[in-house]
């Protein structure tokens, strides 16, 4: 059997009776420019170069041999290609807008922030799609209110679970035996199931407003060919050089240590084309109402090994009867304190010197975390909370820059309604 259809049956993991998840190697034969391989070293010729196989770059690159013997120029690889590409663009056919969501480390909020939008989106009336490519470590499930669910086969492909009538979601959790399951897979592995949930996942008759992908975090295999597989299915969105996605939110918190793994990130988008809508600065800082804050004495300096916040220190309702008496006012105040220190002009100061838009800033809010665990749409849930006007804000500028025409061709930025 040659590389190029190589189609691995996977047992093991919940498919309703007859799906199967597998994957083919043909992902390995697609591009980011030209027809690059997904997993070439940097600085490759390309498989159709006379040098294929043979270049400096190519010592140590997974492809050198099928480079060397021409397989992926032969005419069975070509058609193999072209096909794969016809396949993706069916399949995109009807989604709007691509967004990527970025983030240099993990724990910085990326898939709280790709919930949240396809939550906010989706009560706002837009039919929306959140699809998880963060293979080792899915939280969207959870995040939107569907863990434990399955996906179920039909004749049009897989059908994603909706999290509400607006929100459909696609997650490698749905698809796996037990939720908590450990997925330790290489790279050319997730790229395969990545574009089958590309070109197999049905997103229903009347398509997608958004289609948003919540990423692994870095830049990793997994980001080179989600980015190579939405320029073979949207080759009309590119302009050349250009990306299939229709851009990219990078999510950091304000410290170095993070922003200079964003930098990385930025970089990655300059490279592939891909155009960044803008930086969301999350966890800048925490905010609550002084209501809900919790009081404590400090019993730091007695033996009894109890730290501050143990229930024998917690005075809580004792302050805040005290304040509901003197001085009531301030039990509606927020409070804010730094949690992260920014340097060199934080996020917004980064987003200049990229010149790409700052989105703003979401604080630290424990309500944001709640609606994360509750699987709701926070928005919605805590409208006053400290950090829905700034997510609102958001989502505002995220609908100015990528508006989605009414069915007359009209631009639609106007926030909808049911
Ligand atoms: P990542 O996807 O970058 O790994 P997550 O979105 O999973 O990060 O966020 C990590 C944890 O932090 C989650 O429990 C999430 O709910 C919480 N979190 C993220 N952003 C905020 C915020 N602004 N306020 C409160 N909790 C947050």
Known sequence: MTLDRLVVIESGYRFNTSIRLYYSYISCM?????????????????????????ASACAGCPNQSACSSGSFNSPAAIAAKEKEKTVLQNALTNVSHVILVLSGK???GKSTVSTQLAQSLSSRGYSVGLLDVDICGPSIPRMSGVVGQTVHQSQQGWEPVYANPNLAVMSISFLLEEGDAAVVWRGPRKNGLIKQFLTETDWGVGGLDYLIIDTPPGTSDEHISIVQYLNDARPMMTDGNGS???????????????????????????????????????????????????????????????????????CTNDVLALLKEKCPEVLSMVAATDVFPSSGGGPRGMAEKFNVPYLGKLPLDPNL?????????????????????????????LILALPVEDDDGEENDAMKTD
Do not use: H, W
Request: with cysteine; charged share 20%; glycine share 10%.
């Open 369 to 397: 975390l709640k609606a994360c665990e509750e699987g709701t749409s926070f928005v919605d849930k805590y409208p006053s909370s400290p950090a829905t006007s700034p997510l609102n804000n958001i989502v505002d500028k």
């Open 106 to 108: 993990g724990g910085v």
């Open 30 to 54: 697609s591009s980011l420019k030209g027809e690059n391989p997904s997993n070439a070293n940097e600085g490759c010729v390309g498989p159709t170069s006379q040098d294929a196989g043979k």
């Open 244 to 314: 299939g996605a229709s851009g990219a939110i990078v999510v950091t918190t304000p410290e170095e240590v993070s922003m200079a793994d964003v930098r990385k990130e930025l970089n990655f988008c300059k490279k592939t084309s891909v155009p960044v809508l803008g930086i969301v600065e999350n966890m800048s800082g925490l905010q609550m109402r002084v209501s809900d804050l919790s009081f404590f004495r400090d019993g730091s300096g007695s033996d009894n090994g109890d730290t501050i916040t143990s229930n024998s220190n917690d």
